[in-house]
């Protein structure tokens, strides 16, 4: 007859002597689901007041979360993120500030400008328009004022004279209403489709 190699553990709820396997001797808690679901219900709703590691404010939190919980909201927890450091250059991850966007445009970091991505990010060839304007023409009809910057206008579409849209130098590049790229387009694919 073959000898028990496991361990016997008492139970948290009921306090009776249980066998269990040796892979489950230091995990095993519980007798039975019934048991485990028993000590659940008992801990379910019960709270604490934490406090919050970014503000400092006081939360409740369900004491089955406590431990996963450092910050009172997502909210909080971005700005802690962000007063240690965590974005741009501070972080590992950081590849120089650019990346290309599914649609084959070039992304620059840009977290001042008024007409950001989520992510603080602009498009390249935006970046490098409205940069050149600001310099050399600040009055032009193509940008405009947000709280005393100026900043290139979020209708006007910055067209790629060569089609490559990792081309951004300035003589690439050229400002256009949605309208006028839309004919200007228009006018290529039909004289491609006289030739």
Known sequence: MATFKGAIKKCETCEASFKVSPNRAQTAR???YKCKAAWMRTIRD???ILKCEGCGKDFTEYLSHASRRKYC????HAKYRTDRGSFGAE???WKGGTTIHSSGYRYVADPDNAFKS???YIFEHRYVMENWLRENDPKSEYLTTVEGKLFLNPEIVV???NHDKLDNRIENLECMTSGEHASHHH???RQLKQT
């Open 73 to 76: 909201s997502i909210k909080c």
């Open 30 to 32: 519980f007798c039975s």
């Open 91 to 93: 972080n590992g991850m």
């Open 159 to 161: 067209h790629h004279k």
């Open 46 to 48: 019960k709270t604490l």
């Open 118 to 120: 989520l992510g603080n």
């Open 187 to 189: 006018e290529e694919r």
